[in-house]
């Protein structure tokens, strides 16, 4: 287990450490290097590079070789959250230096991506990292205040820095329009989520598969997990997948709390994967890529990080017999 967990990490900063090369090198350059992987089917010429609104008068976004900045975003809040708790672990997969090397590398990336939703998903999952390490202190209900009365303040606090450096303006002013609901990314999500609605109005039990939509007025396509598999699946295929994880997570965290918390191992990777996941279905809200056919790797990933989290309950229920 430890091992999968450190090529999941070692592979997450290896993606993080190719998004900011190329970020920083000549666009040319960096358009070159990425056609090179036409071999794989991957995009080529000067459509390979993204930029805030697809606009090329707007800031870069970095993408790494995830062919989207909001997919690189999805891996990096599952990447990130994976990799936090091995700082603070009493017996680290790797050395502390060198986790932090890792952590920094992840951060700058996932602000280059100029993904709102990543930023949001991964400052969740650390704030429940916080809730369950301080829920094993004192009462659930005590920490839970705490975390609701310091989430805020952090909040802010991160908000008015970024507003105060000059390098980071851009991304504070990106992240206003968007919870103002004005620039178009925003504006085209409201259309989809308007437009996804009225499909399921019409399909709403078992969705109208994973084809095209059978209506010319309607189309199958929104920027939210949740929706989508309502659009293909269903309420019913919702449902069906909300449970398994919801039994995953009440499985996870009661283990974490009865049990795992004192391995010095499992314990952390527990805890990342728990958060990672969390992260996950914060960022399922806003975006597509964990349920998007078209992003296979995602979708393999999500479910590599449900059953890495079934396997470590399943190697500490073998340890107890």
């Known amino acids: 287990m430890a091992t999968v967990i450190r090529v999941v990490i070692v592979a997450g900063f290896i993606s993080a450490l190719i998004g900011i090369f190329l970020y ?12 090179l992987l036409r071999v ?17 008068t707007q800031p870069l976004r970095a993408i790494s070789t995830s062919v989207d900045p909001n997919v690189l975003g999805g891996l990096l809040i599952l990447v990130t959250a994976l990799t936090i708790p091995q700082l603070f672990a009493a017996r680290p997969l790797f050395a502390r230096n060198a986790l932090r090397a890792m952590i920094a590398a992840m951060a700058v990336c996932l602000f280059l991506t100029f993904s709102r939703n990543a930023l949001l998903a991964v400052t969740i999952a650390i704030l429940f990292m916080v809730y369950l390490q301080l829920a094993r202190r004192i009462p659930p209900l005590a920490a839970a205040i705490l975390v609701f009365i310091g989430a805020p303040l952090i909040a802010l606090a991160g908000f008015a820095l970024l507003t105060l450096l000059p390098f980071t303006q851009t991304y504070a002013a990106h992240l206003i329009e968007g919870l103002q609901g004005q620039d178009r990314a925003t504006l085209m999500r409201f259309g989809e989520y308007k437009d996804a609605f009225t499909l399921i109005a019409r399909y709403p039990f078992f969705g109208v598969g994973f084809g095209s939509s059978p209506d010319i007025d309607t189309y199958i396509g929104v920027s939210s997990v949740y929706l989508l598999m309502a659009e293909e699946m269903g309420i019913i295929g919702l449902s069906v997948f909300l449970g398994v994880m919801i039994l995953f997570f009440a499985a996870a965290t009661r283990a974490w709390f009865a049990w795992t918390a004192r391995d010095e191992t499992l314990a952390p990777i527990l805890l990342g994967l728990i958060a990672a996941l969390v992260g996950a279905m914060i960022g399922g809200i806003f975006d597509h890529y964990f349920f998007n056919l078209k992003f296979p790797h995602s979708v393999a990933l999500f479910w590599l990080y449900v059953a890495l989290g079934m396997a470590v309950l399943r190697l500490r229920d073998d340890d107890r017999r």
């Open 40 to 56: 794989f089917k991957y995009p080529t010429g000067d459509r390979v590079l993204r930029f805030i609104e697809d606009d090329p």
């Open 24 to 35: 920083v090198i000549p666009r040319e350059l960096a358009a070159f290097l990425l056609s």
